[in-house]
Nanobody
Framework: QVQVAESGGGLVQSGGSLRLSCAAS?????????MYWYRQAPGGKQREWVA????????VVASSVQGRFTVSRDSAKNTVDLQMNSLKPEDTAVYYC??????????WGQGTQVTVSS
Protein backbone atom coordinates (compact mmCIF):
# COMPACT_ATOMS: atom_id res chain seq x y z
CA GLN A 1 0.00 0.00 0.00
CA VAL A 2 1.27 3.41 -0.93
CA GLN A 3 1.84 5.75 1.98
CA VAL A 4 1.92 9.48 1.43
CA ALA A 5 3.60 12.21 3.43
CA GLU A 6 2.82 15.90 3.27
CA SER A 7 5.28 18.72 3.91
CA GLY A 8 5.75 22.43 3.40
CA GLY A 9 3.21 23.89 5.80
CA GLY A 10 3.88 26.80 8.08
CA LEU A 11 2.79 30.18 9.32
CA VAL A 12 2.29 32.90 6.72
CA GLN A 13 0.66 36.30 6.65
CA SER A 14 -2.50 36.96 4.73
CA GLY A 15 -1.66 37.44 1.07
CA GLY A 16 1.41 35.26 1.29
CA SER A 17 2.27 32.00 -0.44
CA LEU A 18 3.22 28.47 0.48
CA ARG A 19 4.06 25.40 -1.54
CA LEU A 20 3.05 22.04 -0.14
CA SER A 21 4.52 18.77 -1.31
CA CYS A 22 3.19 15.23 -1.21
CA ALA A 23 5.61 12.32 -1.46
CA ALA A 24 4.69 8.66 -1.92
CA SER A 25 6.84 6.10 -0.18
CA UNK A 26 8.48 3.62 -2.51
CA UNK A 27 6.43 4.63 -5.51
CA UNK A 28 6.75 6.74 -8.58
CA UNK A 29 4.11 9.32 -7.84
CA UNK A 30 3.79 10.06 -11.55
CA UNK A 31 2.14 6.65 -11.87
CA UNK A 32 -0.39 7.28 -9.12
CA UNK A 33 -3.55 8.75 -10.48
CA UNK A 34 -5.52 10.56 -9.46
CA MET A 35 -3.96 12.35 -6.51
CA TYR A 36 -5.98 14.55 -4.21
CA TRP A 37 -5.44 17.41 -1.79
CA TYR A 38 -7.86 17.90 1.08
CA ARG A 39 -7.88 20.18 4.10
CA GLN A 40 -9.47 20.23 7.53
CA ALA A 41 -10.00 23.56 9.24
CA PRO A 42 -9.82 23.85 13.04
CA GLY A 43 -12.86 23.60 15.24
CA GLY A 44 -13.96 20.13 14.23
CA LYS A 45 -14.89 21.09 10.68
CA GLN A 46 -15.29 18.37 8.13
CA ARG A 47 -12.37 17.59 5.85
CA GLU A 48 -12.97 19.22 2.47
CA TRP A 49 -11.62 18.54 -0.99
CA VAL A 50 -9.23 21.12 -2.40
CA ALA A 51 -7.72 19.83 -5.63
CA UNK A 52 -7.23 16.82 -7.90
CA UNK A 53 -4.61 15.96 -10.49
CA UNK A 54 -5.27 13.12 -12.93
CA UNK A 55 -2.93 10.86 -14.87
CA UNK A 56 -2.91 13.14 -17.87
CA UNK A 57 -2.15 16.02 -15.49
CA UNK A 58 -5.64 17.40 -15.85
CA UNK A 59 -6.30 19.46 -12.72
CA VAL A 60 -9.40 20.60 -10.91
CA VAL A 61 -9.55 22.84 -7.85
CA ALA A 62 -12.36 23.81 -5.50
CA SER A 63 -14.18 27.03 -6.22
CA SER A 64 -13.02 28.44 -2.87
CA VAL A 65 -9.39 28.34 -4.03
CA GLN A 66 -9.89 28.85 -7.76
CA GLY A 67 -7.36 31.31 -9.14
CA ARG A 68 -5.17 31.07 -6.03
CA PHE A 69 -4.15 27.41 -5.72
CA THR A 70 -2.64 25.19 -8.37
CA VAL A 71 -1.76 21.49 -8.21
CA SER A 72 1.04 19.94 -10.22
CA ARG A 73 3.44 17.02 -10.40
CA ASP A 74 7.18 17.50 -9.95
CA SER A 75 8.84 14.52 -11.57
CA ALA A 76 12.30 15.57 -10.42
CA LYS A 77 11.24 15.55 -6.77
CA ASN A 78 8.71 12.73 -7.23
CA THR A 79 6.04 14.81 -5.56
CA VAL A 80 2.61 16.26 -6.16
CA ASP A 81 2.67 19.90 -5.11
CA LEU A 82 0.03 22.40 -4.10
CA GLN A 83 1.05 25.97 -4.79
CA MET A 84 -0.99 28.31 -2.64
CA ASN A 85 -0.98 32.03 -3.38
CA SER A 86 -2.93 34.96 -1.98
CA LEU A 87 -3.57 33.01 1.18
CA LYS A 88 -6.43 34.05 3.43
CA PRO A 89 -7.05 33.35 7.12
CA GLU A 90 -9.86 31.01 6.09
CA ASP A 91 -7.26 28.83 4.36
CA THR A 92 -5.93 27.91 7.80
CA ALA A 93 -6.17 24.13 8.05
CA VAL A 94 -4.29 20.88 8.12
CA TYR A 95 -3.66 19.90 4.50
CA TYR A 96 -3.60 16.28 3.39
CA CYS A 97 -2.81 14.51 0.15
CA UNK A 98 -4.19 11.13 -0.70
CA UNK A 99 -4.62 8.50 -3.36
CA UNK A 100 -7.87 6.95 -4.56
CA UNK A 101 -7.03 3.81 -2.61
CA UNK A 102 -6.39 5.82 0.53
CA UNK A 103 -9.71 7.58 0.21
CA UNK A 104 -11.45 4.25 -0.23
CA UNK A 105 -9.92 3.01 3.04
CA UNK A 106 -10.37 6.38 4.77
CA UNK A 107 -6.63 6.23 5.47
CA TRP A 108 -4.90 9.56 5.95
CA GLY A 109 -1.40 10.73 6.68
CA GLN A 110 -0.46 13.23 9.35
CA GLY A 111 -0.98 16.21 7.09
CA THR A 112 0.83 19.52 7.22
CA GLN A 113 -0.41 22.53 9.15
CA VAL A 114 -0.99 25.79 7.31
CA THR A 115 -1.74 28.85 9.42
CA VAL A 116 -2.56 32.18 7.80
CA SER A 117 -2.50 35.21 10.07
CA SER A 118 -4.56 38.29 9.34
Amino acid sequence: QVQVAESGGGLVQSGGSLRLSCAASGSNIARISPMYWYRQAPGGKQREWVATISGDDHTVVASSVQGRFTVSRDSAKNTVDLQMNSLKPEDTAVYYCNTQAGLSRNAWGQGTQVTVSS
